[in-house]
């Protein structure tokens, strides 16, 4: 009973502090106090796009003795009926994917499951999601109405590898979807992993969310140069775990992520090897024009360039080809794609009826 009653107010009310507790004893309250913080991580910038899109940079406290505290980021992508939360899973990455900012940045350790559930609480304090909150003014889309929440949606698509930090992954997916806790369904909770294929199978007993795989090639040759780890696990073994994945069926299809890289991933041939690749699989395809960084070895492909491949993929029945770019302006803009945030917008609305048309959410 005392459990149910500190998670409701944990995870239901979004208290700060134990004392706001009413209906609990004193004497506990004091000792939870004495041992145990409700404190957020410390927003330390939000930038604000004007889509609508918000980004947080967080510090954490020191996880132990001789950590020195990290920062990560959030990003929050809103939509009129749904709001979703990319959240991070490490600080740093262990992986060198050639593609990826944070591949780059020195590996600092693993996010605790607080620390994980930290950023959704962050999140849905600064939203206005919790009973009494009020939405921010400043611009930011916040979705709204009957039943509607702020945070609907959560993905681990954020700094890290989540399938190496499966024990507090773990831990914090079921914080978030449980009844008591943050109550979001799993169907609602998408894990991205760059093919960890050992623990693939686990993700889908253990935690029975969905599953993002980043591909991003149709080869092992040019795989082994963009994503590092698939020459441990090359795509054949990678696309076997995928349909061995417990629960996958064309209700819950897994996502496939393919970042769209000028001149090294993007042609017609290769369009059409993706979609021989996934034949049978339960799929959908997500196109993620390359994002480009300082630096970056690589340049976004060209808008016809995506639209040719997307094309190839559409006829080929796949809902939901190109992710539209949110938050260009604030996470760094990929020129060319401003001016067609326009025609994108149509064809993800296209996209989306597409989707929901076979039942999907
Ligand atoms: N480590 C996991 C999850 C975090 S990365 C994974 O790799 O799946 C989330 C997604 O963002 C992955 O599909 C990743 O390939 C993609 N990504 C990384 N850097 C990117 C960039 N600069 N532009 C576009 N997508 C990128
Ligand atoms: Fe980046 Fe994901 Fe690769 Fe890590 S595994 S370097 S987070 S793309």
């Given at each position: 009973m005392r459990v149910g009653q500190l998670w409701h107010w944990i995870y239901?009310?979004?208290?700060?502090?134990?004392?706001?507790?009413?209906?609990?004893?004193r004497p506990l309250l004091d000792q939870l106090g004495e041992r145990y913080t409700l404190a957020r991580?410390?927003?330390v910038a939000e930038q604000v796009s004007a889509d609508g899109t918000r980004k947080w940079l967080l510090r954490l406290p020191p996880?132990?003795?001789?950590d020195k505290g990290a920062e990560i980021e959030t990003v929050y992508i809103p939509e009129t009926d749904r709001g979703t939360l990319c959240v991070s899973?490490?600080?740093?990455?262990?992986?060198?994917?050639?593609?990826?900012?944070t591949g780059t940045q020195a590996w600092a350790r693993n996010l605790t499951a607080a620390e994980i559930v930290g950023q959704v609480l962050v999140a849905r304090d600064r939203l206005g999601d919790f009973p009494g909150g009020t939405a921010p003014t400043d611009g930011g889309l916040v979705p709204s109405g009957?039943?509607?929440?702020?945070?609907?949606n959560i993905v681990?698509?954020?700094?890290?590898?989540?399938l190496y930090n499966f024990d507090n992954v773990r831990e914090a997916i079921a914080v978030l979807t449980d009844g008591d806790g943050l109550?979001?369904?799993?169907?609602r909770v998408t894990v991205s992993t760059s093919g960890v294929v050992p623990e693939m199978a686990r993700l889908g007993a253990e935690c029975g969310t969905m599953l993002a795989v980043s591909?991003?090639?149709?080869n092992d040759a040019l795989r082994n140069k963009l994503v590092p780890l698939n020459k441990k696990y090359p795509i054949r073994e990678l696309l076997q775990a995928c349909r061995n994945?417990?629960?996958?069926?064309n209700a819950r299809r897994i996502t496939f992520e393919y970042v769209m890289l000028k001149g090294v991933n993007d042609s017609p041939a290769e369009a059409k090897a993706l979609v021989r690749l996934l034949a049978g699989l339960p799929a959908k395809i997500n196109l993620i024009p390359f994002n480009p960084w300082p630096g970056s070895p690589y340049e976004c492909s060209d808008w016809e360039a995506i639209e040719r491949f997307s094309d190839i993929v559409f006829a080929a029945?796949?809902?939901?080809?190109?992710?539209?770019?949110?938050?260009r302006d604030i996470l760094a803009?990929?020129?060319?794609l401003k001016s067609q945030t326009e025609r994108l917008r149509a064809r993800a609305r296209m996209m989306l009826e597409e989707t929901l048309a076979v039942g999907l959410d």
């Open positions: 239901h009310r979004g208290v700060r502090d134990f004392g706001a507790m009413r209906n609990v004893a991580p410390e927003i996880a132990h003795p001789g899973s490490q600080v740093g990455c262990t992986l060198n994917c050639t593609f990826c900012h009957e039943g509607v929440r702020a945070v609907s681990f698509m954020g700094m890290g590898e989540p109550s979001l369904s799993k169907r591909l991003h090639a149709t994945y417990p629960g996958a069926s029945g796949y809902a939901s080809p190109v992710r539209t770019p949110r938050g803009a990929c020129g060319q």
